[in-house]
Each structure stands twice: as structure tokens, then as C-alpha cells.
């Protein structure tokens, strides 16, 4: 993805740490969850703000306009229609939606962005990696079982919050995506079998493996390991990386499966106009309009005291 993100993302004064990149990064997933956008271009926006940051020094405060265009850019190259002002007013970016406009610009010439290209990310390996494996399944015989424990959906969520991470920016996206498919497969086969003592791990696998096609599910599935092992290679993945990437990608995604709540999120404030509010809140009804009775009340004049003393005297005479 981009080799000198983690290098360039350094803790410094008026600099954007990894953690608010992260931020960003989950906000931008809000934003592809809220508008229901294929995951395209969630990859896409994230793919161009890692590659905006490298390249460019930016400013904390210009971190969300920064994601918020990227995301807009990549709504635009997927044929996804975004009105701006909507985007920015959802996203909550403190921007204008001329401001999106223009940083959307910087960032097209900056990247030299060519329109109607797409650039490769890590969702584009795990679409590859999927018909491979479901093709050498099915010249196994396991096709049907292959597509029955694996669903794609699932492999793209998994991913999605994988590349949230800012650890994981600077890997390769092939890495990324074998590992993420190879971790899958694990959980996969221990839910076939719990009592499944081997893994699809690769690292430790220098050939081809000489595991027999068993009658369980679960074993069944491990023939994959010998078709994954040719694919690292394929892909020139060192045993070390692939070990390193591994444990990385199954740390973010044990957080996830255990449901933790990310410590990256932007605090969203509704913005009510005053006739909503009113109609939100029914205890307004409720409230006092009776007037302030000031607590040191001024004394009244003697010639106010003199009429309301001939006023009473009438009103009193007239009741008797």
C-alpha cells in the first residue's frame, strides 16, 4: 500500500499521529455503512488518503477534510452520486462543502490521478485469492464445501477493519490478503471440527505438505494447505513476513470478534433545528411560564400607595 506511511505518521508537534488516521479511517467506514456503498470504495478512499499522507505534510485539523475527500473522490470514480454539502454536513469534517471541493482537487494532483482508473488495494487480492482457492477446491472436490464455510461478506468486513489499523498501511496488499483468507480458513475449519490440531498457517510449511484427504470435513479442507503454500510463494512472501503479518491480522481480529469497543471513534453530535427540538422534547409543556418575581422588589411611590388605597376603599364600599 504505501511502504512509508508508519515512518511518516511519527508523533511530532502540529503532525497526524497513526491514531488519528485510524479515526479517520473508521469514520470513513461509517460513512460507506451509512450511505450503503459497495466496499469499493471504502477501499479506494482509504487507499488515496494513505497515499495522500505519505507524499504530503498536513495538519491535525485538516485530517478529516482530508478522509472526507478522499471518500468523496472514490464515491465519484465508483459511479456513486454524493451531494457535498450532504457528505459533509453526515461526516461532521468542520468543513464547507467548497472546502471538500477544493482538497478534493489537491488531492487528484497531487496523486496524479488519472479519472477512470482504480487503483489496486488489498480488497482487489482478496477477490483474486477467493475464485483461486474456490477453483483448486473444486478440482478437489470441495467446491461446495469450500462456498458453504465461506462467505465473502464476511471476508470483506474482516478486512475492512484490518486496513482501519494504521500498523497494517504499510504491508503489502497481497500479504494482507492471503493472511486475512488464511486466518479465515482456520476459524472456518475449527468450527468443522474443534478437535482439528492443524492450521492453515504457511509459514512453517516449506513444500508440498503430505496431509491425506480425510473423511471429516475438516480435513478435508486441509488438502488447501499444499495450493496456499504454491500462492505464498507465487506472491514472494517470506516465512518471517508472513509470521509477522500473521499475528498482526489475528490480533486486530480477535479484538473484533470479541466486539471491544475501538478506541478510535469521532463523537458524533446531533444538529437539531429549534422547531425539531421542540417536537423532540414533549416536557417542554411542562414548563413554567410564570414570571420571575425579583427578590428585591422596588418600593413602590407614596402617590401609587394613595390611589391604591382609594381604590380599595371604593371596591370595599361597593362589596358591603
Known sequence: ?????????????????????????????????????PSDVFFIAINL????????????????????????????????????????????????GGDLKRMSDLIRNKLEWAPGTTPITALTFLRLFNVMFHAAASQLGLGELYASIVTESELFLRLEMVICDGNCASLRPSEVALVLLCTYLDSAVNRLDPNADVKMSLAAIPGPSSIDIAQTPAQQMLSLVEFAAELQKICKISDDSFISTHELVSAILVKYNAQEQTPHRQRLVWRLSSRTARLLRPTD????????????APVPSPSRIRKNRKFGRRHGNKRR
Not at 50 to 74: E, G, Q, W
Not at 285 to 296: G, M, N, Q, R, Y
Request: net charge positive.
Open 1 to 37: 500500500m504505501t511502504p512509508l506511511l508508519v515512518d511518516r505518521l511519527t508523533v511530532k508537534n502540529d503532525e497526524i499521529t497513526i491514531g488519528a488516521r485510524d479515526g479517520s479511517a473508521h469514520v470513513l467506514r461509517c460513512l460507506k455503512v451509512w450511505y450503503d456503498l
Open 49 to 96: 488518503m494513505d497515499r495522500f499522507l505519505t507524499k504530503m505534510k498536513a495538519r491535525p485539523k485538516h485530517m478529516a477534510c482530508i478522509s472526507v475527500s478522499s471518500f468523496h473522490i472514490a464515491a465519484v470514480q465508483m459511479a456513486q452520486s454524493l451531494d457535498a454539502d450532504h457528505l459533509v454536513s453526515i461526516s461532521q469534517c468542520k468543513c464547507t
Open 285 to 296: 409543556k411542562f414548563t413554567s411560564v410564570l414570571p420571575v418575581i425579583a427578590e428585591h
